[in-house]
């Protein structure tokens, strides 16, 4: 999550109450180190002092309308017509330094793009027919992976288990196989990214590793038969629906 702020109590503020276990707080020195942050890396959440960065404050909601943009500024009364900017914009939520520094990290947390794809992903584990502990357990690291490029052996070595053991398992009770199921998340994503102007299909390989935008064009036949554009309109919640119409298998 990038955060630009030039006073570092409000930067203090969010990368000390960020929940360590949903991401990390990148503290930007400029406007420029946020746009190279979105370009490269999976981004959950931009936090911006708006009035430190005017131009950008206002374009980067229009750009990437599926990356929540939190303002973080030391508001005064009289800053009015910039609060209404900032919402005609599309900003997710307006904050004002020093009098919500003890909350906004917990706050902006639970309003992130990871938190919304989840959301959109929630049925999930009740449409793969994934009930046991270690499926949900599987399910859940699925998804903590998603911005990179994972193999069933590393998950199998996260669950300290063994391959074999882990794809028979994941498979039982007539569940997708875990290739199929990795396939689905990182797809899914994709489909979540692509929802963003600012986005081309080769930046959006670029951030999840894909090898080559024929390599999601191939993964998006397979899960949600769609070509890679489609995607954009699909979102997390299509890719499931097209998944869960008979695209659930896939050679181990």
């Keep these: 999550?990038?955060?630009?702020?030039?006073?570092?109590?409000?930067?203090?503020?969010?990368?000390?109450?960020?929940?360590?276990?949903?991401g990390n707080v990148r503290l930007c020195r400029s406007g420029e180190g946020v746009e190279r942050l979105l370009q490269r890396h999976l981004v959950d959440?931009?936090?911006?002092?708006?009035?430190?960065?005017?131009?950008?404050?206002?374009?980067?909601?229009?750009?990437?309308?599926?990356?929540?943009?939190?303002?973080?500024s030391a508001f005064r009364p009289d800053d009015g017509a910039l609060v209404r900017r900032c919402q005609a914009a599309g900003y997710a939520g307006v904050l004002v330094e020093?009098?919500?520094?003890?909350?906004?990290?917990?706050?902006?947390?639970?309003?992130?793009?990871?938190?919304?794809?989840?959301?959109?992903?929630?049925?999930?584990p009740r449409l793969l027919r994934l009930t046991d502990r270690l499926q949900l357990d599987v399910w859940e690291e699925v998804l903590r992976r998603v911005a990179i490029p994972t193999k069933t052996g590393q998950l199998a070595l996260a669950l300290r288990v063994t391959r074999e053991h882990l794809s028979r398992q994941f498979a039982a009770g007539g569940a997708p196989n875990l290739k199929r199921v990795i396939d689905l998340?990182?797809?899914?994503?994709?489909?979540?990214?692509?929802?963003?102007?600012?986005?081309?299909?080769?930046?959006?390989?670029?951030?999840?590793?894909?090898?080559?935008?024929?390599?999601?064009?191939?993964?998006?036949?397979?899960?949600?038969?769609?070509?890679?554009?489609?995607?954009?309109?699909?979102g997390p919640g299509g890719v499931l629906a097209r998944f869960i119409r008979g695209r659930t298998r896939s050679r181990e």
């Excluded at 999550?1 to 276990?21: F, N």
């Excluded at 005017?54 to 929540?68: C, N, S, Y």
């Excluded at 999840?208 to 038969?225: D, I, K, Q, T």
């Design 1 to 22: 999550m990038p955060v630009y702020h030039p006073r570092r109590e409000a930067r203090r503020a969010v990368k000390q109450g960020y929940p360590r276990r949903l």
């Design 45 to 72: 959440a931009v936090v911006l002092d708006v009035k430190a960065a005017p131009e950008l404050a206002l374009a980067l909601p229009v750009r990437f309308p599926r990356i929540p943009v939190f303002a973080l």
């Design 98 to 124: 020093g009098v919500d520094n003890a909350v906004v990290a917990e706050w902006i947390a639970a309003r992130t793009a990871q938190a919304a794809r989840r959301q959109a992903l929630a049925a999930a």
């Design 185 to 234: 998340a990182r797809t899914a994503c994709a489909a979540d990214l692509l929802g963003n102007p600012g986005y081309s299909v080769r930046g959006v390989v670029r951030i999840l590793g894909y090898a080559s935008p024929s390599h999601l064009a191939a993964a998006a036949r397979r899960v949600a038969g769609a070509a890679t554009q489609e995607l954009r309109t699909l």
